[in-house]
Structures are given as C-alpha cells and as structure tokens.
C-alpha cells in the first residue's frame, strides 16, 4: 500500500530554535499534502494544504511566517517551525494525497521544545 | 460549533460487548466519510469508509445518514485491541475534518 515516510520522528530542542519537518511519499506522487497538529487528548487539527509548486494555504489561526511549507516535488513537503516555543510542542503529523480519497498519513514527529 | 462532532467518551467496555460511536457533521456538502483509528502517540490509521448504504467489515459496521446529518461505527465482540481512539472523518473537495475522537478502552 501506499507508504509516507515523515522525519525525524521525535525531535527536543531549545526555545528559539527553527525545526524542519520532512514527509516524504515513497511509491506515488502526491499532488497534494496535508500538515496537520495534534495536541494531548485532542483531534487532529489541519494546519494547512500543501499543493506541489505554489503556495500553501493555510488554516485560519495558523500563522504562516511560523509555519513555512514547501512543496517542491511531488513526492516532497516540508513544514519547518520556525523560532520554536515551548507553546510550539505537539504533535505534528503530514498526509499524502493522491487524488483517491482516503489520505495516507505519516508517522508523525512529536515536537518538544524546552 | 465544530464541523464533526463525537462524544468523547471514554467508553470502557467489557470484552465481548458492542458498542456503537455516533459522528455528526455540520456540512451538508460533505461527500466522503471514514472511521480512523488511532492509538495513542501514533498517526491515524484508516479503520472503513462510511458508504450511504452502509458497510460492514468483519465486527465493524458503519452507517451513514445524510438526511440527519450523521455516521455511526458499531463494533460487535469487542477485544482488548480494539482499545483506540475512533476518529470520524467528513471528505469535501480537498477538505478533510477530523472529530475530535471517541476513546474506547475494553477491559478484560
């Protein structure tokens, strides 16, 4: 089936600093990536819509300086968080599209900022 | 008021028994519905699709209702497995809205 590989997994770092989160589809092209975040005990929330060579757009509330996606490649989105707050820590999980619904999601990467 | 909307339980159940989760949306555009399972510090995991007619998969049955506007996943016999939590999904052009999830636990 359908594989999204998303990267690093875990990730601890200081206040301030600028974290890269990668999510990659490893056996189809994806036209359109999803980045969403979920904090303890709570539903997932979509941060924003990623479409392969133009700009994501975001969900209201979601701030996009913060937030930078790229989505260079079809096989490609990145999210990176930048200036990271102890408020920035969750979890944040990518979904691939393929134009067939249902979504594949990746493993997720659980952000801890200190 | 949330798009998708599920009681959040905990639903904690014997093994064996049936339990049913309700899912209502608010937008009547919605075209694709699911059941996601997700288990704790992992991604969702997509459990069934919801399909007018209703489906069924081995102890799981999901149902929609458009007219009121619901989904429900019921599941027969339950295991110690199928502890989770269920999250409903409503589908529209590009736009997938998460419940915020139902947490079942089954005890032994």
């Known amino acids: 089936g359908a594989v999204v590989s998303q990267h690093p997994s875990w990730v601890i770092c200081k206040s301030g600093t600028s974290v890269k989160i990668e999510c990659r589809s490893l056996d189809f092209q994806a036209t359109t990536m999803f980045w969403y975040r979920q904090f303890p005990k709570q539903s997932l929330m979509l941060m924003a819509t990623s479409n392969e060579g133009s700009k994501a757009t975001y969900e209201q509330g979601v701030e996009k300086d913060k937030f930078l996606i790229n989505h260079a490649s079809l096989t490609l989105s990145t999210l990176t968080v930048t200036s990271a707050h102890p408020e920035d820590s969750s979890f944040y999980i990518c979904?691939?599209?393929?134009?067939?619904?249902?979504?594949?999601f990746g493993d997720g990467t659980r952000l801890s900022i200190l | 008021r949330k798009e998708v909307e599920q009681d959040p339980g905990p639903f904690n159940v014997p093994e064996g028994a049936t339990v049913a989760f309700n899912c209502t949306y608010s937008n009547s555009a919605s075209q694709s519905f699911f059941w996601y399972r997700q288990d704790c510090r992992k991604e969702p995991k997509l459990l069934m699709s919801v399909y007018s007619s209703g489906n069924e998969d081995g102890r799981f049955t999901a149902q929609l209702n458009r007219a009121s506007q619901y989904i429900s996943l019921l599941i027969r016999d339950s295991k110690l497995s199928d502890s989770a939590t269920y999250l409903c999904v409503a589908y529209n052009n590009n736009d997938m809205r998460f419940g915020a999830g139902t947490r079942l636990t089954v005890k032994p």
């Open positions: 979904s691939a599209w393929t134009g067939n619904q249902p979504q594949h």
